[in-house]
């Protein structure tokens, strides 16, 4: 049971937008920054997103973070098939004094 | 561009202990944190622990009873070892870079990893 909650997986159509959430509590999400991370089919874990909303130089801004609350969300528009991947969320959790990632969600481009 | 290889034996022996050192090319060791991760076979990722070049070091609470990171500047290397391992350490392990801290005098504490090593298997089996 991860300590931050992410759907399992989510799908969208090519060229359209999908978002994948992160839940977390007032130990974690609530009071540290978010980063995100893709995970492309048999690969390490790529830095998305740090900061909540930051890209990385090389990501396109096609990639987008936002956090509110307790809650993050990543957002990608203009889907391709090639971001068929795995995502993460990832934050520090002040009570556990550990990172902790969220399950991880399945992004399915049909 | 700062690139990270991780290497170790792809078996370990169930009670035995798992070492895994990670090389840091392209760049310095130095003014940096460095972070180890795991993930289960079908599973999330989980977090080790991290170590600054200087050799303080952070560990996952729940692993902390048998894990030690270790730092060798010379060498511009740290490495891992996880001791008394089950079939439950059997996944694969990254290396990676890690940006962390709090910003100016702010309480929100940030931890990112910017750079990442392909991983390697690691199975304990007899």
């Known amino acids: 049971q991860s300590v931050l909650t992410q759907p399992p997986s989510v799908s969208a159509a090519p060229g359209q937008k999908v978002t994948i959430s992160c839940s977390g509590s007032?130990?974690?999400?609530?009071?540290?920054?978010v980063s995100w991370y893709q995970q492309l089919p048999g690969t390490a874990p790529k830095l998305l997103i740090y900061?909540?909303?930051k890209r990385p130089s090389g990501i396109p801004d096609r990639f987008s973070g936002s956090k509110s609350g307790t809650s993050a969300t990543l957002g990608i528009t203009g889907l391709q098939t090639g971001d068929e991947a795995d995502y993460y969320c990832?934050?520090?959790?002040?009570?556990?004094?550990?990172?902790?990632f969220g399950g991880g969600t399945k992004l399915t481009v049909l | 561009q700062v690139q990270l290889q991780e290497s170790g034996p792809g078996l370990v022996k169930p009670s035995e202990t798992l070492s895994l050192t990670c090389t840091v090319s392209?760049?310095?060791?130095?003014?940096?944190?460095w972070s180890w991760i795991r993930q289960p076979p079908g599973k999330g990722l989980e977090w080790i622990g991290y170590?600054?070049?200087?050799?303080?070091?952070n560990y996952n609470p729940s692993l902390k009873s048998r894990v030690t990171i270790s730092v060798d500047t010379s060498k511009n290397q740290f490495s891992l070892k996880l001791s008394s391992v089950t079939a439950a350490d059997t996944a694969v392990y990254y290396c990676?870079?890690?940006?962390?801290?709090?910003?100016?005098?702010?309480?929100?504490?940030?931890?990112?990893?910017?750079?990442w090593g392909k991983g390697t298997t690691v199975t304990v089996s007899s």
């Open positions: 990832g934050t520090w959790d002040s009570s556990l004094s550990a990172l902790v």
């Open positions: 392209g760049g310095s060791i130095s003014s940096y944190y």
């Open positions: 170590i600054y070049y200087s050799g303080s070091t």
């Open positions: 007032s130990s974690n999400i609530g009071n540290n920054y």
């Open positions: 900061d909540n909303n």
């Open positions: 990676a870079r890690a940006r962390l801290g709090y910003y100016g005098s702010g309480s929100t504490y940030y931890y990112y990893m910017d750079v």
